[in-house]
């Protein structure tokens, strides 16, 4: 069986990040509430969705206020710029840039004139015919609106919040519903003006948005109802595919702008949100430990213990352990914070390498037999370097589990894989994969198996990065990135 060659750097690659998600958004109209603290705590629960900037907008009705910087939400927001963020409506946004340079000109909410005021913006998903919007711009505010939007980079968020400016309507509602059919691709937005949140999500509700009801009066919405539990706020339903709302003094209004053509993605079951969030009634942290197990039926070895690569496989470790009757023990110990900084490691710290961010616990691996499960490979550096360290502390076999199918295709949905030629899944054959990272052993979870443990119909959910069907038409200017690229194969 192949081996770690002990040549390996082990070197920390910043390009080896896990599958980045676009963004998280949050909303809140709460009158008796601090409501920028509330949003704070809000982002600071969906920080896992976006690192590079985070920003909050406030109004107490007869302005808007913004504050909004590069770097994770606690390093953003103080005290003081939180005390200085009044009112009873707040928008908030954590960011990782899908489209558009990671600068703080791009950072969310995003600000722009109306009729009759302003609108502040924060998306989370990503467009697939801004082409066709940038047309609108042209149509609507002129050509001059257009070359600035260009000018400056136009990021799909940038072009909404434009678009919504269109003095044709006299109330933000009137525009919104005018302009969200013309909109494609996944989008959960947050948004709101002087006096009144609005909230709204694609069709195809790619991605998750929930609305929340806050115990002393008001309403939050968020991607993830673990951002309604930090704030207190009580479940109340999904914001459906498909949906615009109005929350303002007289509560939340309703209304549907496309027919509902539900397409989640699955993704985010697997990986993405938190594990103590729940999408359509069910709970990520059952999903992901019902992948493990079913990943025990479809593949099951022989060893002595199932461990996680932390902290993103351990439910589905959990369930290996249960379904094969194998110990569950923790190999490895995650440092929580090292992928988070913005210090660049030093070249003798970058050569401990993987060791920055994970340590093997040697007693526990040492003449082992071990199941290593993960969520999901990518370009796979970090699973070769997992493997060699831990072959390295004396592991007698390594046999990986993963418990998503081989990643193959990109995602125009707001998901950042690197491109196709990249991506180890089209690079290798699954065996030659278990050779590039030395392992005894490495088995997939099916499409199918991953989709039952979602409890999710299977045509209710997107499965494109795995199956390349997609649901909704890819940008036309992206046709390439779906070329298979000839690629020299390296070990
Ligand atoms: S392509 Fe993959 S990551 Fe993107 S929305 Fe579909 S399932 Fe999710």
Not at 151 to 166: C, F, P, R, S, Y
Not at 390 to 408: M, W
């Amino acid at each position: 069986m192949p081996r770690g060659d002990g040549m390996l750097t082990h070197e920390l690659d910043p390009q080896d990040r896990g599958p980045q998600d676009a963004c998280g958004v949050f909303g809140i109209y709460a009158p008796e509430e601090e409501v920028s603290k509330l949003t704070y705590f809000g982002l600071y629960a969906l920080q896992h969705r976006g690192q590079e900037s985070a920003g909050i907008a406030s109004s107490s009705g007869d302005k808007i206020l913004v504050y909004k910087d590069m770097g994770l939400v606690s390093q953003v927001f103080d005290e003081g710029s939180l005390s200085a963020l009044r009112g009873h409506i707040a928008v908030g946004h954590a960011r990782y840039s899908t489209t558009g340079a990671s600068t703080w000109a791009n950072a969310q909410p995003t600000l722009g004139p109306t009729k009759h005021g302003t609108v502040a913006l924060g998306h989370n998903g990503n467009l697939t015919n801004t082409h066709t919007l940038l047309d609108l711009v042209t149509e609507r505010l002129g050509a001059d609106r257009r070359a600035s939007l260009e000018h400056g980079g136009a990021t799909d968020t940038a072009i909404l919040t434009a678009l919504l400016g269109w003095d044709r309507y006299e109330t933000v509602t009137e525009t919104a519903l005018e302009l969200l059919p013309h909109v494609e691709g996944a989008y959960c937005l947050a948004f709101m003006d002087e006096e009144t949140l609005y909230a709204a999500r694609d069709p195809q509700g790619v991605r998750p948005l929930v609305l929340g009801r806050v115990p002393s009066g008001g309403w939050v919405v968020a991607s993830e109802t673990a951002a309604l539990d930090i704030v207190g706020a009580i479940f109340e339903r999904e914001v459906e595919p498909g949906e615009f709302l109005t929350i303002d003094a007289s509560g939340v209004h309703s209304r549907h702008f496309a027919k509902a053509k539900p397409k989640g993605c699955v993704f985010e079951y697997v990986y993405l949100a938190r594990p103590d969030t729940h999408i359509n009634g069910r709970s990520l942290q059952a999903a992901r430990v019902e992948m493990g197990r079913q990943l025990a039926r479809e593949a099951p070895v022989e060893a002595d213990m199932v461990m996680p690569t932390p902290e993103s496989g351990t439910p589905a470790a959990v369930g290996y352990a249960q379904g094969s009757g194998i110990p569950f023990g923790q190999g490895l110990v995650k440092n929580a914070y090292v992928g988070r900084t913005f210090i660049q490691p030093s070249q003798t710290l970058r050569q401990l390498g993987i060791r920055l961010k994970l340590n093997p616990l040697r007693e526990q691996i040492e003449g082992k037999r071990l199941v290593v499960v993960d969520d999901s490979i990518v370009r796979g550096n970090t699973q070769r370097a997992v493997v060699a360290m831990l072959r390295e502390s004396g592991a007698a076999e390594v046999h990986l589990r993963i418990s998503s199918p081989p990643i193959q295709w990109p995602c125009f949905y707001g998901i950042d894989f690197p491109t196709r030629d990249e991506l180890i899944g089209v690079r290798m054959s699954v065996n030659e994969i278990r050779d590039h990272l030395g392992a005894d052993s490495l088995s997939y979870i099916s499409v199918e198996g991953m989709i039952a443990a979602t409890e999710q119909a299977e045509e209710r959910l997107c499965t494109a990065c795995f199956t390349g069907e997609y649901p909704i038409e890819p940008p036309i200017n992206a046709k390439h990135l779906l070329v298979n690229q000839p690629v020299e194969v390296t070990s």
